[in-house]
């Protein structure tokens, strides 16, 4: 029997048992690195979408900074725009008085 050992590929009946041992703690090596894989995956993923949110919500906070810029432009400018007409005004009555007099 002992001259028997090894030849075949087996080692007797024990060897099947501790070959699928073998195999289950392979396998479940191989499941813990793939969920371990999957988790970094995850939280890879969730990293970016983290940095994408805050990246919109700067953009649409500078979109609505330059929003209020631009209608504090816009009304700068009517007001200036109403200075000029005013100062334009009084020039002209100006001249009409030293017309006049």
């Known amino acids: 029997r002992r001259e028997m050992r090894g030849v075949g590929g087996s080692d007797g009946p024990g060897s099947v048992g501790r070959d699928s041992a073998r195999v289950l ?7 813990r690195a793939h969920d371990d894989e999957s988790d970094a995956r995850r939280s890879v993923v969730s990293h970016e979408l983290r940095v994408q949110r805050k990246r919109l919500a700067q953009a649409e906070q500078d979109e609505e900074a ?7 432009a816009d009304r700068a400018e009517a007001r200036a ?3 000029h007409k005013e100062a334009a005004e009084d020039e002209k009555d100006a001249a009409q008085g030293r017309m006049a007099a």
């Open 81 to 83: 725009a109403e200075k």
């Open 25 to 31: 703690r392979d396998g479940s090596s191989l499941q």
């Open 66 to 72: 330059a929003a209020r810029a631009a209608a504090s």
